[in-house]
């Protein structure tokens, strides 16, 4: 069973860091590409970073770049979102998600999705 489990949201004030893991059972993360997304109130859900499996090579929204990084640990088969100089318009459910594919492509959306996780960016 293919599981996603998204932690370490929180309320941090603007200009703070965050680090989102998203931790992968039910199959081998190494082999696929994860995407992080990210849902607003009353807003469109927003792909923000994918990582892929087949070289590594990462993908950031323009909204994002610069101050997330995405990375991956496969001997703990989990992805990071590493969040810095963060802003109130950064506030949504985080969510990681994948197509157990090698690779994600941009404006795909993919089959397996974890709960998220809330973010909140205070002014």
């Known amino acids: 069973q293919v599981d996603l489990v998204e932690s370490g949201g929180g309320l941090v004030q603007a200009g703070g860091s965050l680090k989102l893991s998203c931790a992968a059972s039910g199959f081998t993360l190494d082999y696929y590409a994860i995407g992080w997304f990210r849902q607003a109130p009353g807003k469109e859900r927003e792909g923000v970073s994918c990582i892929s499996s087949s070289d590594g090579s990462t993908y950031y929204a323009d909204s994002v770049k610069g101050r997330f990084t995405i990375s991956r640990d496969n001997a703990k088969n989990t992805v990071y979102l590493q969040i810095h100089s963060l802003k109130p318009e950064d506030t949504a459910v985080y969510y990681c998600?994948?197509?157990?594919?090698?690779?994600?492509?941009?404006?795909?959306?993919?089959?397996?999705w974890g709960q998220g996780t809330q973010v909140t960016v205070s002014s």
């Open positions: 998600a994948t197509d157990l594919k090698p690779i994600l492509g941009v404006g795909a959306i993919p089959y397996y």
